[in-house]
């Protein structure tokens, strides 16, 4: 399970500032669709959050995480709003605004 972490961390460290991605969507970048829990996981577990942007994950329906692990509930909202991150209410962002669209060659080459 760490090298699937590994790669969980190196996908999340490409999430640009002012942008999100879903625990899903990382999960099918990694060709394993089924495992969006295990990326939840993988982000609570972070071991560096300095490089490591977990806040930059969210839901499916774009709602940032009500437990988040760095810092509480909201410090995950504080975070996104500074990088800009456009939010429809207190909880969910605007995922048609901010969800983050990666070159699909960019992410192939990264994990040849």
Not at 73 to 98: A, H, I, N
Request: glycine letters at 8%.
């Amino acid at each position: 399970m760490n090298g699937f972490f590994e790669r969980v961390y190196n996908v999340v460290k490409d999430i640009p500032k002012g942008k999100v991605a879903t625990y899903g969507q990382i999960a099918k970048m990694l060709n394993a669709p089924r495992y969006s829990q295990i990326v939840g996981y993988a982000l609570h577990g972070n071991p560096d959050p300095k490089t490591i942007p977990c806040h930059r994950v969210v839901n499916r329906q774009g709602k940032i995480s009500t437990s988040f692990a760095f810092g509480g509930k909201f410090s995950q909202k504080q975070l996104l709003e500074k990088e800009g991150v456009v939010f429809v209410d207190e909880e969910t962002v605007d995922l048609k605004q901010c969800q983050w669209q990666p070159e699909i060659l960019d992410v192939e080459l990264k994990f040849e």
